[in-house]
């Protein structure tokens, strides 16, 4: 397997905390970013301290030419990726079912869900040992929320993320026999800006009052949970769903 990463959305949040730590485990890293370009310019700086090489694509995750530009932006620069990590994410907006805005319902499912088909596409062409590649591992990051539903709230943003772990499963049973391995973590709410972008600030503080362990997530240790899955030390992980939620 390449020592080459892709991580979408990664300006920010887990995505910037899983770049960082691929980084220090010696894999090249390209991240991809909507459009904070400083943010961006710093992970990648935190990445390059490390000593390995690293960049960062602008680009919509939720668009097919885009994720396509990210690959081949890769490929020009650091060469073909080993590890991918689809991170990018939106909740979208607090929401009974009835009263959620079509176009909210539309862009949640083309960033969560057609971003991640779309990037695993793109690697697939390149991992895969039928197409002479040298294998790799893909890492979906997906929510509790997918099991449990969240009513009320963010079914949308739950359903976008049951379909993300539905596609892990059939993807890992098919491309398992061509070396790449396909796994996604359910992550419990985590102490970063998405809520805040969301419009419910407040929702960390709630979630930590009901969690087993009386807090929330750090994004570094969620991606803990991805980097792993992504190394030769989960060499027998695929199809896995591994729920990092604090007990909820």
Known sequence: MGKI??????????GAATAELAA???FDVCINYLSNHDRAAQVVKACEAHGVRAMAVQGNAGSEADIAALFEACDKELGPVGFLVNNAGIIGQASKVEDLPSDVLRETF???FFGAYWASQQA???MS?????????????????ATNGSPGEYVHYAASKAALDGFTIGLAREVGREGIRVNSVQAGTADTEIHTMGGNPDRPAMVART?????????????EAILWLGTDKSSYATGSIVRVGGGL
């Open 5 to 14: 990463a892709i991580i979408t959305g990664a300006s920010r949040g887990i």
């Open 24 to 26: 220090e485990a010696g």
């Open 129 to 145: 040992t039928a197409k002479g590649g040298a294998g790799g591992t893909i890492v979906n990051v997906s929510s509790i929320a």
């Open 110 to 112: 083309e960033v969560n």
């Open 211 to 223: 969690s087993a362990l009386g807090r929330v997530a750090t994004a570094k240790e969620i991606g």
């Open 124 to 126: 697939i062409r390149r």
